[in-house]
C-alpha cells in the first residue's frame, strides 16, 4: 500500500488552472485508480507514478477537497454568526451530497464493501479525504469528518467517539461553557448536554427526538455516557486550507462530457465518479450521469456486484431522493451559469420569523 508521507509544515496547495469543478474532474480523469482502493490507500496503481508526481497528486487531492468547502461556504457564511442554523445548513449539505449505510449497504461482509469503511484510527485516514468525498459513501468517520470540515472555517471543531466507536463532532461555541455535539450522520441537531445557549439538551432530543433533514434516515441518541466519555486525536490535514499556493509543471484537462465522448465510456465506475463530481458542484448535469451509470450493462440487467454494485446502488439511491437538480417541479429551471459554467449559490428562503436554514430543514424523526 503505497503511503506517501510529507510533513505538514512544507507542503503547499496546487495552485488551481481551472475552475475548481473543472480541476476536480481532471483529477478523476487523469487518476481513476486512487478512488477505487477505498481506505486501503492509494494502492498499487500508484507504483506507476514517478515520486514528484506522486507528491503532486496527493498535495492536488486535499487541495480540492479545500476547493469544495470554499464552493460551499459561499452559501454557509451568511449563517455563521449562528451557530445552530449554520450546522443545520451544513447537514443538509453533507446528507444532500453524500450517504451512509443507514442508505445503502456497506456492511455487508463483501471486500467492496467493507473497503468503504473509514477508521479515525488508522494511519492513513487524512490521507483519504478526497476520495471518500467523490464517492459519496462512508460510515460515521468519514461523513461527520467532512462535516468539521465544513464547519470549521468558523468553529473549532473535534471528532470524537465514545466506547461503542461511533464518530461526532464536539464543538466550541462561544459563550457555551461544554461542547455543542453535532451527528451528521445520525441527522441530529446540534445539542448539549445540560441547558446552556439556545440548543437542544439532551433530555429534550430524547423526550421528543426530531432531525434535521426531512425524510433523511436517522439514529437517535445514544446514551449519555457516550457524549460524557467521548474523546479523540486532532486530525491533521495536509496541506491545510491556509496554506500557500504553488504551481506545478504538470497539466489538468478536464474531460468531454457531450454525448458523443459518454458514449465512448463503457465503464460505470468512471461515468459514476464524474457524476459524483458535477454533483458536489451544484451541477445540473449531475442526474443524467447517475442515470447513464445506472443504464449500462451490470446496472440495466440486475448483475451487478462489488464494487459496480456500489456504484449502481449509490447511483439510483441519489436519484431517488429527488435532490434539487433533478427536480423540474420544485425547481423549474436550472442555476444561472457563471463564466467559468459552475451554478450560481442560490439563497434560500428563510420562513416566517426563523433562522435561515431551520424552518425548512427540521422535523421529526419518525
Not at 460551499?72 to 443545520?88: I, R, S, T, V
Not at 471486500?111 to 490521507?127: K, M, N, P, V
Amino acid at each position: 500500500m503505497f503511503k506517501l508521507k510529507v510533513h505538514h509544515q512544507i507542503r503547499r496547495r496546487v495552485a488551481l488552472t481551472l475552475a475548481p469543478r473543472d480541476a476536480c474532474l481532471a483529477f478523476v480523469a487523469r487518476y481513476p485508480g486512487y478512488f477505487r482502493d477505498g481506505e486501503n490507500g492509494t494502492g498499487a496503481w500508484a507504483r506507476g507514478l514517478g515520486l514528484r508526481e506522486r507528491w503532486f497528486m496527493t498535495n492536488l487531492a486535499q487541495s480540492l477537497v479545500w476547493a469544495w468547502v470554499e464552493h460551499e461556504m459561499q452559501a454557509l457564511a451568511p449563517l455563521a454568526e449562528d451557530f445552530d442554523a449554520l450546522a443545520c445548513a451544513a447537514i443538509a449539505v453533507l446528507r444532500s451530497k453524500t450517504r451512509n449505510q443507514l442508505e445503502i449497504d456497506l456492511d455487508s461482509e463483501d471486500s467492496a464493501r467493507r473497503w468503504l469503511y473509514a477508521t479515525r484510527e488508522d494511519e492513513g485516514f487524512e490521507e483519504e479525504v478526497f476520495a471518500r468525498l467523490v464517492r459519496g459513501a462512508s460510515n460515521c468517520d468519514g461523513q461527520n469528518h467532512l462535516l468539521q470540515l465544513l464547519i470549521e472555517p468558523w468553529y473549532r471543531a473535534a471528532l470524537v467517539g465514545g466506547n461503542q466507536g461511533h464518530k461526532l463532532l464536539a464543538v466550541e461555541v462561544p459563550g457555551v461553557f461544554r461542547p455543542v455535539f453535532v451527528d451528521g450522520w445520525s441527522n441530529l441537531p446540534p445539542f448539549v448536554l445540560g441547558a446552556e445557549g439556545p440548543f437542544h439538551t439532551y433530555a429534550q432530543l430524547r423526550e421528543r427526538p426530531e432531525s434535521v433533514v426531512l425524510g433523511v434516515q436517522g439514529r437517535p441518541l445514544m446514551s449519555m455516557d457516550q457524549y460524557e466519555e467521548a474523546g479523540g486525536t486532532p486530525i491533521t490535514l495536509s496541506p491545510r486550507r491556509d496554506a500557500p499556493c504553488r504551481t506545478w509543471d504538470f497539466e489538468l484537462e478536464p474531460p468531454a462530457l457531450d454525448a458523443a465522448s459518454l458514449d465512448a465510456l463503457a465503464d460505470p465506475w468512471q461515468i459514476f465518479l464524474y457524476a459524483r463530481v458535477l454533483h458536489l458542484f451544484d451541477d445540473p448535469r449531475a442526474a443524467a450521469l447517475y442515470e447513464r451509470a445506472l443504464n449500462l450493462g451490470p446496472c440495466e440487467f440486475g448483475g451487478s456486484s462489488g464494487r459496480d454494485a456500489f456504484v449502481c446502488e449509490v447511483s439510483r439511491e441519489m436519484l431517488v431522493r429527488r435532490e434539487p437538480w433533478a427536480s423540474e417541479d420544485d425547481h423549474p429551471s436550472p442555476p444561472p451559469e457563471i463564466e467559468d459554467g459552475s451554478p450560481q449559490p442560490q439563497p434560500q428562503p428563510a420562513g416566517d420569523g426563523q433562522r435561515p436554514g431551520k424552518r425548512e430543514l427540521r422535523g421529526g424523526m419518525g
